[in-house]
């Protein structure tokens, strides 16, 4: 789901944003890309991360981790909003799926 792709009012953004906050991540103040799953392209794109972003991830999900362990989550007004939201890792993944892709053809040219 891109959260900002659809317009604010539409039925598409109430449904996103239903979805959104019925998840459990926002409540402990995650992102989206912070709960993709461990693999080889994901650990490159961290690899790749600025980082100060790196940093802000870790806390992230360091914080996250202790939230759910005492089984807390964040006050509401902290929480990650929709339209806050920022898939960072994407255009890095993307990247590095081409560049693996290219390789690929490459190897198969030879």
């Known amino acids: 789901m891109a959260g900002a792709a659809a317009k604010k009012g539409s039925l598409m953004y109430k449904i ?9 991540f926002p409540s402990l103040g995650l992102w989206r890309d912070d709960m993709r799953r461990e693999s080889a392209v994901l650990r490159e ?3 790749r991360l600025p980082r100060a972003d ?6 992230r999900i360091a914080r996250a981790v202790v939230l759910n362990n005492a089984k ?3 006050p509401r007004d902290q ?6 939201d920022r898939l960072y890792l994407d255009p890095i993944i993307k990247k590095i799926e081409k ?6 053809d490459y190897a198969k040219s030879r």
């Open 99 to 104: 560049e693996i892709k290219e390789k690929e």
């Open 79 to 84: 929480w990650t909003e929709l339209d806050d």
């Open 16 to 24: 996103q944003r239903f979805c959104y906050y019925k998840s459990y």
């Open 54 to 59: 790196l940093e802000a991830r870790n806390f």
């Open 72 to 74: 807390m989550t964040l």
């Open 45 to 47: 794109a961290l690899t």
